[in-house]
């Protein structure tokens, strides 16, 4: 009797010891999930690819070289920081008006950016000399901006618009271009 527990015991403390079906390993359980490309006519994200998955979380490992970007694993179960989203660093023409032009005294600019950050307002002449320069903090929520020009000579100006994040979060410049602004009498 004695010696069946011991061979029992024995057995199963080597069955226990070399068994790995019992083994903790990474592995992800997936339920769920679709993939949708948008078209080559989005304005906004031209042929990309969103990817989503319901399951238990894995890790994912995304390597960068210049442009080029490869996210490799199984699901992305959590985010150490908020997601950035790829921008080509203009405005689009849906984010920016500019009214009226030409202009007399008066101009506005609307932006519609859901992005937030400094907007820095800067008005060249046609020779690149700068007429004003102007900064305001944007909240990503649409915001009316006013100019007065009355005291410029009647000509074509340049009106650079940047949009910086805000100095704590680096001041990275996030979308920029140039607008054209006809000042008439």
């Not at 199984?74 to 008006?97: A, M, R, T």
């Not at 074509?156 to 100095?167: E, G, S």
């Amino acid at each position: 009797m004695i010696l069946r527990i011991f061979l029992l015991f024995t057995a199963s403390f080597f069955m226990v010891s070399y068994c790995y079906s019992q083994s903790i390993f990474i592995s992800t359980l997936n339920t769920t999930g679709e993939t949708k490309r948008l078209p080559a006519s989005n304005p906004r994200f031209p042929n990309y690819f969103f990817e989503w998955s319901v399951g238990e979380s894995s890790i994912v490992t995304t390597n960068t070289v210049g442009n080029f970007q490869v996210t490799h694993g199984l699901l992305q179960g959590f985010l150490l920081s908020n997601p950035i989203v790829p921008e080509n660093g203009f405005w689009y023409p849906d984010e920016i008006k500019i009214y009226p032009n030409p202009v007399i005294t008066d101009f506005s600019v609307e932006l519609l950016s859901d992005l937030k950050g400094v907007v820095d307002f800067k008005m060249y002449n046609s020779s690149g000399s700068t007429m004003f320069i102007r900064s305001i903090n944007y909240q990503g929520t649409g915001q009316n901006v006013q100019f007065n020009i009355s005291n410029l000579p009647s000509g074509t100006y340049f009106l650079r618009i940047t949009l910086k994040d805000f100095p704590e979060a680096g001041g990275y410049s996030r979308k920029q271009g140039g607008f054209k602004i006809i000042k008439s009498h």
